[in-house]
């Protein structure tokens, strides 16, 4: 047999045989071999066994490399399928009613100061002001949240979840860019995880994949990209609260004497303090609570901006015609361009459309935009508009002054409560962001809150919350006025949206493979518009431009040195990872004493044996009977569904009773069941694992003893082997089997098929003998070993690396939140031992 065919086992072991020529050493080979990456050992020695005799499991592939895992995950993904279910209308239209409440309050409140920014850089002088003014706006609104977000950027969903870092992890799926190296082919047969490549444009996505991957530069780039993206969003979460509560707010200035700055900063503080005090109750009462308002406030800016349409000039609808912004540019020169930066403002919240997609669903999200919020804006600011016509000198007060006098103090309540609604959106985006950036590696750890049991999306993160509203107090105490505020508004506004449009283009090029001339339009026709106004806006930084840039640079920089630190304390434990042959060497009782018990020990690593466990055995005196390597492992996909969370392997001969166990998490899933439940998960698949090892044993046995030649011709032949064990890699091992509700198999033909010898497993004696030594170790209890890690740079490193490493990331680790807090356990089953590792 040729040296570069790799022979692989489809669950846990294969006969496989040594040597060359017709006969040979035959051996039981271990799945731990291909973990360890150590030279394979001979556990047990069959005589007279052929060279070429093998089993229906076996795999005889050339490249790319499988093991246990990766096939074991096939089963599972083919036993279970995709549990998606239709969503009724009845429960869409719902939904899209909640966005109004969550999504588009922001936006909603934008009539609020968007003219009296615009017009504050210019002066009304003739009609062209107006009109120009008017048709940037409208235009801008049907390019950006109606044609990009609405049409385009609301597809590039990854399974229903938004934001810059789905994006990111939906690009990590089809290309190795993330820093951390810890992707296994297992994560491919993840059922939500769809890889799915069309054949069109593949030439040209597999050339970009391959840049992708083979640059490290832009890996890093890439990431840097995203980060900042999410920074800005952080950022938004901050400032849109202030401006929005400050203008709905600055209202009572005209109308009240002597409700002056101080009296407005008091206000808005109060309405802020209120607002982040009941987001612990959740999104879904709060979008609910807020929805029938914001409801009602895009009736009354439709209703209202139609009567003053009707009652004041209706030739405002002129400015269909995009000429007029020709014609305002043309009047009104650099003040015009500058004029973009007020302008922007009625696309503030476009964002929260993608980014709080979690929450909610596209078709929510569509219809709640194109149905609603967009015919009311627009009559909004034409109403605004037709009312300038005829008074030029309101525009300082544009949306008080044109609402009826008799209808004001219930449109001020409105808008008032609009203005908190309006918070929510960015707040819920927030949320949302850091907790797929704390899945993904890129954010400390924090306790993180779910607070609906029927849509995981919606969390609520204490520290973040109260930090934003600090945030927003001290930006409102400081600027006390919108004009500084709107100003920083923009850079973060537009800052996202760039962001956004780059990761699109390369899903358009990687995933979506669409015709390279429309990708080239979405860049060149949004990214245009956008580059246009950023501008615009960074030429206020000295004005108040700099404070999202300040918090963007601040978060950017946390990110990403918990990043880099996460990143090299990962590759220095699969430096220092423990050599199958130093265990082999220790023997069956690991150099010390087994004791009834499982212990359950935490590590990063997916393959080898952690150099943490080494610890383990020179500070105690005793090991636990059964030992489990867990890795808990996020994958780039929103959920794993639960009969897909654990993955099975032995490490080691049977009678060293130790076990790896990947347990795979979403971005977007909740660990926070308790650490009962998690055992009995736990426990019940090692058991199904068990006996679907001894299961297989059997049949490989008793395919030897009937003498299935054909097996054998079929796998001597190189060319054939080669073809029959690709081909069978891709038929799930469980393929035809239904399982009912408990997870139970339940194949009785394929069980009447079965000689008896692999029937009757509850009879094999090495199977209840390893069943009954699990028992007695689960009735001992279970105990969690952890390392208490401390990471420093090596002495030979650079300043900046030690400053990084030994300062910044290390100060992050000790005040995040710790990985016991995420697992629940009491505090005496869990054993810790000191472990410093160098980058």
Known sequence: MEEEDKIEESSVRLLTSVGSGGGGESRWVDGSEVDSESPPWSLSEENGAREGYGSMRRRLVKKPKYDSLDVEAMEIAGAFGDHSKDVSVWHTLALAFQTLGVVYGDMGTSPLYVYSDVFSKVQIETEIDVLGALSLVMYTITLIPL???????????????????????????????????????ADEQISSFRLKL???ELERALQLKDILERTSSLKTLLLLLVLMGTSLIIGDGILTPAISVMSAVSGLQGEIRGFGESALVIVSI???????SIQRFGTGKVGFMFAPVLALWFFSLGSIGLYNLVK?????????NPIYIYLFFKKNGKDAWSALGGCVLCITGAEAMFADLGHFSVKAIQIAFTLVVFPCLLLAYMGQAAYLMKYPDSANRIFYDSVPDSLFWPVFVLAALAAMIASQAMISATFSCIKQAMALGCFPRLKIIHTSRKRMGQIYIPVINWFLMIMCVVVVSIFQSTTDIANAYGIAEVGVMLVSSTLVTIVMLLIWQTNLLLVLCFPLVFGSVELLYMSAVLSKIAEGGWLPLAFASVFLCVMYIWNYGSVLKYRSEVREKISMDFLLDLGSTLGTVRVPGIG?????????????????LLSLPAIHSTIVFVCIKYVPVPMVPLEERFLFRRVGPKDYHMFRCVTRYGYKDVRK???????QLLVASLEKFLRKEAQDLALERNLLESGLDSVSVASRDPEASGTYGTEELKIPLMHGRRFDESGTSASEETTSALPSSVMALDEDPSLEYELSALREAIDSGFTYLLAHGDVRAKKKSFFLKKLVINYFYAFLRRNCRAGTANMSVPHMNILQVGMTYMV
């Open 270 to 276: 109060i309405i802020l303090v209120a607002l982040f």
């Open 673 to 679: 069941e308790d650490h009962h439940v998690f055992e």
């Open 600 to 616: 359950l020990l935490y590590n990063e690593l997916v393959q080898g044996i952690p150099s943490i466990f080494g610890q383990f």
């Open 198 to 200: 069309p054949t069109p």
């Open 147 to 185: 044609a990009k977000y609405v049409f385009v950027v609301l597809k590039a969903n990854d399974n229903g979840e938004g934001g810059t870092f789905a994006l990111y992890s939906l690009i990590s799926r089809y290309a190795k860019v993330n820093m951390l190296p810890n992707r296994q082919p």
């Open 312 to 320: 004041y000039d209706i030739s405002v609808v002129r400015a269909f």
